[in-house]
T-cell receptor, first 113, second 116 residues
Framework: AQKVTQAQTEISVVEKEDVTLDCVYETRDTTYYLFWYKQPPSGELVFLIRRNSFDEQNEISGRYSWNFQKSTSSFNFTITASQVVDSAVYFCALKDYGQNFVFGPGTRLSVLP | DAGVIQSPRHEVTEMGQEVTLRCKPISGHNSLFWYRQTMMRGLELLIYFNNNVPIDDSGMPEDRFSAKMPNASFSTLKIQPSEPRDSAVYFC??????????????FGQGTRLTVV
């Protein structure tokens, strides 16, 4: 069975601080895919990034960066120089080869001015 | 493309009534997912279809819930009879889908269901 754990339920930071959101996953598949989504207060789910299990390269996109480590089954997300607009719930998700797509419980990030 | 379209956006119904939620996936997408979001349980995968065929419905909470996908452009999630504990936001999502596909799921705006 697949499982995604996001141990941090809520995080509060002050604007311009860096923050890392943790994600740990479990799967028996050797081929799988990892994702991060953002859910702002308006409620829609916005795709941020995907990674497949064979690609452990870290990625940076502007203020966002992702660290994928198969050895620890982790796919962490860092926001550098956080902004108030980053306030949202962030979900880590895991899709297996057969398209079963499960989400973690989410981390609510509050960025205070 | 207009994205994944869900209707209605909001639904208020009385306990015991039948509720039908509708979803139109993105054209060309082969996988469709139904999720339920609550504060207590987060985003739960209820069921997913591949090429209109239900693949895994183990997340459906009980027999009162049923989902269908009669064709590639339409799916329904039905609750009969509804109960107050079914109150939640229900999301539909679709992805390009075939086995081994690595693409992300695109989500609809959700249906906020309130059962009183």
């Amino acid at each position: 069975a697949q499982k995604v754990t996001q141990a941090q339920t809520e995080i509060s930071v002050v604007e311009k601080e860096d923050v890392t959101l943790d994600c740990v996953y479990e799967t028996r598949d050797t081929t799988y895919y990892l994702f991060w989504y953002k859910q702002p207060p308006s409620g829609e789910l916005v795709f941020l990034i995907r990674r497949n299990s064979f690609d452990e390269q870290n990625e940076i996109s502007g203020r966002y960066s992702w660290n994928f480590q198969k050895s620890t089954s982790s796919f962490n997300f860092t926001i550098t120089a956080s902004q108030v607009v980053d306030s949202a719930v962030y979900f880590c998700a895991l899709k297996d080869y057969g398209q079963n797509f499960v989400f973690g419980p989410g981390t609510r990030l509050s960025v205070l001015p | 493309d207009a994205g994944v379209i869900q209707s209605p956006r909001h639904e208020v119904t009385e306990m015991g009534q039948e509720v039908t939620l509708r979803c139109k996936p993105i054209s060309g997408h082969n996988s469709l997912f139904w999720y339920r979001q609550t504060m207590m349980r987060g985003l739960e995968l209820l069921i997913y279809f591949n090429n209109n065929v239900p693949i895994d419905d183990s997340g459906m909470p009980e027999d009162r819930f049923s989902a269908k996908m009669p064709n590639a452009s339409f799916s329904t999630l039905k609750i009969q009879p509804s109960e107050p504990r079914d109150s939640a936001v229900y999301f539909c999502a679709s992805s390009l889908g075939a086995t081994g596909d690595d693409t992300e799921a695109f989500f609809g705006q959700g249906t906020r269901l309130t059962v009183v």
